[in-house]
């Protein structure tokens, strides 16, 4: 069919209709009786269109699935054997462990010595005294000392 518009012809496809066929059902749900009046309708396709957006080319319509038939397998690389890797780990990550619960421990006991020393109107020099000497954390402290995350300091 030949249309135009603001003096511009175009061609015009006619959009299929659905099928009206109408679908009774009657039935009985506890007692009650009930009927279903229902048209049938079948999908319809939605035209393909090129589309473009900020130089980025889409389309519309149905998806088109791309498969990948197959793909390539990694190469194996042979490694040191298990046992030798897994104790150096394990005395590296034991070893890495104690040396950063001992600087969080010593972080903390330098706050805590700050804070106590502003409390108290003493100079700030006061908090790099007894761990920066030193070098290690007070033995009564690690006895007491809790990694929760409910504990303060």
Same mark, same amino acid.
């Given at each position: ?9 175009? *061609?015009? $496809? ?5 099928? $009206?066929?109408?679908? *009774? #059902? ?11 009046? =229902? ?5 319809? *396709?939605?035209?393909?269109?090129? #589309? ?10 149905? %998806? ?24 150096? $780990? ?20 330098? %706050? ?6 502003? *409390? ?7 908090? $790099? ?8 954390? =007070?033995?009564?402290? !690690?006895?007491?000392?809790? !990694? ?6």
């Amino acid at each position: 069919m030949k249309l135009t518009y603001r003096g511009i012809s175009y *061609e015009s $496809n006619p959009v299929p209709t659905p099928n $009206n066929t109408p679908l *009774e #059902l009657t039935g009985q749900y506890r007692g009650v009786h009930w009927r279903l009046n =229902h048209a049938i309708t079948h999908p319809m *396709e939605e035209p393909t269109t090129e #589309l473009m957006y900020r130089g980025a080319t889409y389309s519309t319509g149905t %998806a088109q699935v791309v498969v990948k038939e197959s793909y390539e397998t990694p190469a194996c690389i042979p490694t040191a054997p298990v046992d030798q890797l897994w104790v150096t $780990n394990l005395e590296e990550k034991a070893r890495a462990l104690t040396l950063s619960n001992g600087r969080s421990i010593k972080k903390r006991q330098q %706050a805590m010595l700050g804070r106590v020393a502003a *409390e108290v109107g003493l100079s700030s020099d006061i908090s $790099n005294y007894w761990n920066r000497i030193q070098g290690k954390v =007070h033995p009564t402290f !690690r006895a007491s000392y809790s !990694r929760s995350s409910v504990s303060l300091s």
